[in-house]
């Protein structure tokens, strides 16, 4: 059976984390074999690259490279080998968290961003699953899309804010920007989840953008 890789993005408040453990229950259901992760992070250097990214201050190459760095960890140690086992990988923000944030919320150079994307993606993780050249990417991105005043309404309270949720609307209507650039760029990989609507209606639409793809019954 083969590997399967869907990605979670959006901004904090979302929706990501309601739907993502639902999803993996239902794969369970159909006798699959789950890693659920996250990034930066899923790992133990990669979860303490995050604790750096989160909380210390630092410019825009600096956190690109750690990003990357704890990525390049994850990929390593846990997500090309469950692929390989024929698992399903539901990991809570991938490579277009950074063009989004890093990219789109800092304006950090999008070419450098590719660059790095392809030193850490490349073909040498598992030559086996990816094509000569390609990048290993997710088979699908749920990108959950909603208005950053929306989701700051939503996490008001909720816990003591991080470097990136202390940021400014305009730095996260540039993130969500980053994101409709990375859509773009690949429609046939996302899947635009709207995420202004109640849970039963945007789980909906996650589960139809995976039947879509022939992997649930």
Known sequence: MNGLFISFEGIDGAGKSTHIGRLAEVFRQQGRAVTLSREPGGTPLAEHLRALVLNQPMDAMTEALLVFAARRDHLQQVIAPALELGEVVLCDRF??????????????????????ERWVQGRDLAPGLTPLGALLQ?????????????????????????????????????????YQRRCDAAPGRFARIPGDRVPEAVWDDVATAVRAKGWLA
């Open 95 to 116: 490579s277009d968290a950074s063009f989004a944030y890093q990219g789109g919320g800092r304006g950090f150079d999008w070419e450098v961003l590719c660059a790095l």
């Open 138 to 178: 997710p088979d699908l991105t749920l990108w959950f899309d909603l208005d950053p005043v929306v989701a700051a309404q939503r996490l008001a309270g909720a816990r003591a804010p991080d470097r990136f949720e202390s940021e400014t609307g305009a730095f996260f209507a540039r993130v969500v920007q980053g």
